[in-house]
């Protein structure tokens, strides 16, 4: 018997270096955290894939990040390519972080136009020094004319919030995958219906003329 082979959809984390993609990235792999004085400076593209059950259905999460590569050069457009979900992480108790992200944005639509876009505002432990307020984001999504799938607020720290963001994402692009097959399924039939009447190449019976008539 074959098996099933289950959709990968990629995911890409996006934002300021600093913001704990990395960490996100590690709390999704191996639900762990580093300290940063513990942590090793690593350098390049990273990826890891995670499945999920949506209604049974399964659909594999294969988040992908910098690396840190950010802080040397821009992303390639290859980071981007193939895209099905795009996560905008900033740091909840730092505004410049947030108030940059249009221009995290900006490379998405351009080089991941078809991605669904997701907002992350992470560190939320740092409960006393959060500034960016379920407003701001709420009107930045709006300013964004809705391109926001989704807001979350997690702590890389302590896992709150991170399992039921990438299961919401998984949830999602689930419904989206679903989507498409049902209309290539309505593409395929509406294909072999009207392929069918035009088989022999005519458009149906031909009727003997009348010898009577002036046409």
């Known amino acids: 018997m074959a098996s099933v082979k289950i959709p990968e959809q990629k995911v890409i984390l996006c934002g300021e270096y600093g913001v704990g993609k990395s960490s996100?990235?590690?709390?999704?792999?191996?639900?762990?955290?580093?300290?940063?004085?513990?942590?090793?400076?690593?350098?390049?593209?990273d990826h890891y894939g995670k499945v999920f059950t949506v209604d049974d259905k399964s659909i594999k999460?294969?988040?992908?990040?910098?690396?840190?590569?950010?802080?040397?050069?821009?992303i390639t457009s290859s980071y981007y390519k193939y895209s099905e979900a795009a996560i905008l992480?900033?740091?909840?108790?730092?505004?410049?972080?947030?108030?940059?992200?249009?221009?995290?944005?900006l490379d998405i639509v351009t080089y991941a136009e078809n991605a669904k876009i997701f907002l992350c505002g992470n560190k939320y432990d740092?409960?006393?020094?959060?500034?960016?307020?379920?407003?701001?984001?709420?009107?930045?999504?709006?300013?964004c004319h809705n391109l926001v799938s989704g807001i979350y607020k997690t702590s890389c720290k302590t896992g709150e919030g991170v399992d039921e963001m990438f299961s919401d994402i998984a949830r999602q692009l689930t419904q989206v995958n679903r989507s498409k097959i049902e209309l290539q399924n309505i593409e395929e039939r509406s294909f072999h219906i009207g392929g069918s009447g035009q088989e022999g190449g005519g458009g149906g019976d031909i009727l003997p003329q009348d010898p009577n008539c002036a046409c």
């Open 61 to 74: 999460l294969q988040l992908w990040d910098t690396g840190g590569m950010e802080r040397v050069a821009s």
């Open 24 to 45: 996100l990235f590690r709390r999704y792999m191996n639900n762990s955290f580093t300290d940063a004085t513990d942590r090793k400076s690593t350098m390049g593209l």
């Open 126 to 143: 740092q409960k006393s020094r959060i500034c960016i307020t379920d407003s701001d984001m709420e009107a930045f999504s709006e300013q």
């Open 89 to 105: 992480v900033f740091a909840l108790d730092n505004p410049d972080t947030f108030h940059i992200l249009s221009q995290h944005l």
